[in-house]
Structures are given as C-alpha cells and as structure tokens.
C-alpha cells in the first residue's frame, strides 16, 4: 500500500496557557480533497501552519510520501511542494498581478535584470493551465477578493505546488465566487493536487470534500466521507451538541424611525460616486438587511453612516439628530455601534491586548477612566465579563488581539459593540469567520437587539442569514437601491437575480415604474 503523499504524525503545539495541538495525526493522499472542519480555535490553522513551516510543532513529525522532512520555513515547505492560502491574503496590494505571483521566484536575464515580458508571459501560461484567468498587468488592490484569491493559489502553483492548503478559503467570497472557487478546486485536483479546505461551513465540506476531519480543542474528534453523513452530524461533531441552523423569530413590532438616510450621495477612493443618491430608514424593533454583492456601494455608504467617510451630498439623521458629518466618536456618542466588515483595519487594534480593544471607543467615559487615566479594575472587569459572555478562547485578558484565531477576534468586536448597548446596530458580515455554534449565538444576539426596541442595519453577502434575520431587505445596485423586499417575500433566486443587476433594465432614467417583459410591474 502507498505512503500518504503527506502525513502529520501526532502534532503538539503549546501556546502561553494554551495547548492548540493535542497530539494530531492527520493524513492526505495524493488528489484527495481533505476538509479540516472544526470551531474557531479548534488548532485547524494551527496545524497547517506547522506543516507550511510558520510555526515550529513541540512533539510528532511530518512524513513526505514516507520519508520524514524538517520544515522550518515555507521556503522549505514551498520546496517540498506545499502552498498555502491563507485566510488574510499575503498580497502586496500596489504591485501588479504579475509582480505579485513571480515575487521572490522572478525570471531574469543574463545580466541578472528581472525579465518582465517573461514573467508575464510566465503567469499567462499558468493561468490558462489551470483555468485561472487573471489580468497579469491588473493592479491587486484594483481586484475583487475571489480574484485575489485567484492570484494567491497561482502564486502557489507557480512554485510548483503539489499540496495546497486552502484557509478559510470562502470567509470573504460571494455565493458565485465560492462556487468559480470549487470549480477550480476540483480542476486542480483533476490536474493531480492534493487539496486540504480549512472550514467551517458545513455545507461546503458536503459540496466539495473527499473525506472530512474534524477537530475540536486541539484534537481530531471524528473523521467521515460527506456520504456517510450530513449537515447536523457534522454540526455535532464539530460542537459537541445539536445546533439550530436557522433561529426562531418573532413577529417584528416596528416602532419609529431611529436611523434616516436621505439622498445621501457618497464618494469611493477615485472619488467617484460610489452611493448615488440613497435614501431609507430603519426603525427601532427592526432588521434592515442590505443586500448587494461586494463592490456595489455598501462599504462606502456604512462607512459614511458610520463617521469614517465622508458624505458628498444629502443628510442622515440618528434619533432626530443630524449626524450627516459626525466623526466616528460622535456617532459612537449619538448611540450608534459598528461591526465592521474588515476586522483587522476598522475592528481591532491587533497590537493591543483584550482589554484596550474592549474599551476603544469608551476609553475616555467613566467608569474606564477618570481626569484621563484609565481605571483598570472596571476594565478588567468588564473585559472578563464579555469575553466570558460571547465565548471569547483566550488563555488571559492580556494577550494581543493578533494572538486569537479569526472567529475569536470577531467575536470580541462583537462583544464591545452590542456591550455597549447602541440605540443603532451598524452590522456588516457579523458572522464571517464564525462557526456553526458561533453564528447561532450571534443571530440569537442580534435578534435580542431587535426584540429590545433596537434598530439593526446588517449588511451581509451570505443570503441566508439575511434570510434569517431581516424583517425587511434592500437591494443595493451599482451604489443605488434596486428594489425592497419584506421578510419571506422572496426566494434566493430572486433576492440574487436582483443582486447582480437583473431588475437594472426594469428602471427608467427617473426610477420609474416600468413594464418588465412578463407583464410584471417593478419599482
């Protein structure tokens, strides 16, 4: 019988009063599709980051095709084969495709200047290869993130990678670009890789693995084929309990308007206008779910409501109060709380401890400080208190934001915005990262917010939890809003079809009312 193309033997890894690895065996044969599934914290990231050399185990061994290798760097690991994609993509946002994919293994000419023509050309033959159509000129920071991933896994297959490590490889995908993802999975497969998928969604794992290991604190639990199984016994596994997929929901009792959003008009990076004129509400005892696939003005406009932008025309008003040119302190002071979408730029100081992030945004009040000195012991307190509450998996208060695994640093965003008790809950993609236990625990808090008299604005590109949770949705459109639905009213289909432009050519220049083809009359 064959030697697994690669095998981790009985992997342990401490960390400072954590043990992440418990002695884990795991293996991966050769065009194989292996998901790694498991909670926030559970070592999966953890022990692949052993085998692509970025961390160095404490006991066991990895074996390749038999034989046991040392890796104490990717560049080692990169020589033996094994790529890896990690969940924040180590891209170098200005440089260009090309430059990005060649770095550090660049072609040059006899004099030793790096060959441009043939790099590119270089990138243009892996990528029809593989099926993997990238721009080679294209700025990176100019790309949507299923493009960039697209260029972090030929930035692996260019250095000739056998085994490919993929984590948390749909965190930041739409629905399309998770499917053109497995797509490319399967025909790198087909091409003869080994693939492991770092994961917790489970329906993915059933959609996309050969076989399935699951971890849970720091240990391989169980181990089954996607045939053997289904979505609730994986849950199981993974949790240790019966999770609900989908949370009760009580009738909403919309009270007044609590947030109003009048034309507002706002600007993108180019200074074009990325929101064109956007106006709604969202009321207390309400879930106003923004819908729209990334790149359709959402960012901009919740980072304008937010005070991190600024807005070129039209007025927001927060509980009466015009907050249209507020500073994030000051909408933060008018009631307001934001999840936002990108964790580590606008969620987390990754260089603060559990304690400083708890607090930012309080930092100045009483009772965390008093004359401008901060009062540790309410701190402490608090910070134990929510970190208990929302299951945040850390050895102490003390340790950096960047030490926690991605679930976990969301979760104590989560912990300091709904701690706060807003009048206003700003969520944007409050679940990604999150496992199955963990979203169910967020969905239940949001829904409290609601049930307390809250307005909730959630933007989100996974359309079942804006299934779930709004009681009325927006489509929003090339930076405009499309069309509006209340809760239950439309299908995946329908909510998708108006996502990616289908009702575009149903509006007249005015926005008025038209007659589509079928005899049906839009707004």
């Known amino acids: 019988m064959a030697s697994p193309l690669i095998e981790m033997r009985e992997i342990t890894k401490h960390f400072p009063g954590v043990l992440a690895n418990d002695r884990v065996s795991l293996s991966l044969d050769a065009g194989e599709i292996v998901a790694l599934l498991g909670e926030n914290g559970a070592g999966k990231s953890t022990l692949m980051n052993v085998v692509y050399g970025l961390l160095s185990p404490d006991g066991g061994e990895v074996l390749m095709k038999g034989d046991t290798v040392h890796i104490r760097s990717p560049r080692q690991a990169i020589d033996l084969g094994i790529g890896m994609v990690h969940q924040h993509f180590m891209l170098v946002p200005p440089l260009t495709v090309t430059e990005n994919i060649v770095l550090g293994n660049e072609p040059t000419r006899a004099v030793g200047a790096i060959d441009f023509k043939q790099a590119r050309e270089d990138v243009r033959e892996i990528s029809r290869r593989y099926g993997l159509a990238v721009d080679p000129d294209a700025i990176v920071r100019d790309l949507p993130v299923g493009m960039q991933q697209r260029v972090e896994i030929l930035k692996a297959l260019y250095r000739g990678a056998r085994v ?25 497969v087909g091409e003869g890789l080994s693939v492991v998928f770092i994961t917790h969604k489970l329906e993915e794992v059933m959609s996309i693995a050969d076989r399935v290991v699951v971890m849970r604190d720091g240990r391989v639990v169980g181990e089954t084929r996607p045939k053997d199984t289904d979505t609730a016994g994986l849950a199981r596994m993974m949790v240790g309990r019966e999770v609900v997929f989908r949370v009760e929901k009580k009738p909403s009792t919309s009270g007044s308007a609590i947030l109003e959003i009048d034309d507002v008009r706002v600007l993108n990076e180019r200074q074009l ?42 007025t927001m008003r927060l509980k009466g109060v015009d907050i249209t040119h507020a500073a994030a302190r000051e909408a933060i002071a008018a009631g307001l709380s934001h999840v936002p979408e990108d964790r580590h730029r606008r969620g987390l100081i990754l260089e603060f401890n559990l304690m400083e992030n708890i607090i930012l945004g309080d930092h100045r009040q009483a009772p965390f400080a008093k004359h401008g000195v901060l009062n540790f012991v309410p701190i402490t307190e608090v910070t134990r208190k929510r970190v208990a509450d929302y299951d945040v998996r850390t050895p102490s208060e003390l340790v950096k934001a960047s030490a926690l695994s991605g679930g976990n640093q969301q979760k104590l965003v989560l912990a300091r915005e709904l701690g706060r008790d807003p009048d206003l809950l700003v969520a944007a993609q409050p679940t990604r990262g999150l496992d199955v236990g963990a979203i169910e625990f967020v969905h239940n808090q949001i829904l409290a917010e609601r049930d307390k008299g ?48 289908g009702g575009g050519d149903k509006l007249s220049a005015e926005g008025e009312e038209v007659m589509v083809p079928d005899g049906r009359a839009d707004a």
């Open 164 to 188: 490919l490590i993929l984590d948390e490889p749909t965190a930041v995908l739409t629905p399309q670009e998770v499917r053109e993802l497995f797509e490319v999975v399967r025909s790198l």
């Open 273 to 314: 206008e990325a929101v064109k004129g956007v106006s709604f509400a969202v009321n207390a005892g309400e879930i106003l779910a923004l819908a729209g696939v990334s790149g359709n003005g959402q960012t901009e406009l919740i980072e304008a409501i937010t005070g991190l932008r600024k807005v070129a025309g039209g």
């Open 454 to 501: 809250k307005a909730v604005l959630l933007v989100s590109l996974e359309l079942e939890e804006v299934q779930t949770l709004a009681d009325r949705i927006l489509i929003i459109f090339e930076g405009r809003i499309v069309k509006e639905f209340v809760a239950g009213e439309a299908s995946d289909e329908e909510l998708g079809y108006y996502m990616t432009g």
